[in-house]
């Protein structure tokens, strides 16, 4: 049984899908871009402000489901150009202060709305 997860203080999906899906324990949060949930649009700056944007927007998800980013236990980032790993990964490093989730971490061709970056998590709620 699946169910979906809704934070009105994240990002409105901006296609056919769910902010996080919830079955049984595990928390699939979809990948998470760096935009203002009240105007839809990027905040401004660099990666590294895309990222803090996008982990502040997964955080709102996680809380949405009565988590917290301590209960993340896989990430993927995915980036635009790798030179921008160095000030992501400081970013990426201020919310994950406890034992550090699992991560991959990618340079894309692209990504939506052609973000710098997008994080997608898996978190554990049992």
């Known amino acids: 049984m699946k169910q979906a997860v809704l934070s009105e203080d ?11 899906v919830r079955a049984g324990d595990w928390l699939f949060i979809s990948g998470s871009l760096g935009l203002d949930p009240e105007t839809g649009e990027f905040v401004p700056g ?10 502040e927007n997964m955080t709102a998800v996680l809380a949405a489901a009565g988590a917290t980013m301590d209960h993340v236990v896989k990430t993927t980032v995915f980036m635009a150009d790798m030179n921008d790993f160095a000030a992501v990964n400081a970013v990426y490093g201020e919310f994950f202060t406890g034992v550090p989730p699992a991560r991959s971490a990618f340079q894309v061709a692209r990504l939506p709305k052609d973000a710098f970056v997008e994080i997608e998590a898996v978190a554990y709620l049992g």
């Not at 660099?46 to 982990?55: H, M, V």
């Open 10 to 20: 994240a990002p409105a999906p901006i296609g056919p899908y769910s902010q996080a």
């Open 46 to 55: 660099d990666a590294a402000a895309q990222a803090r944007k996008a982990l």
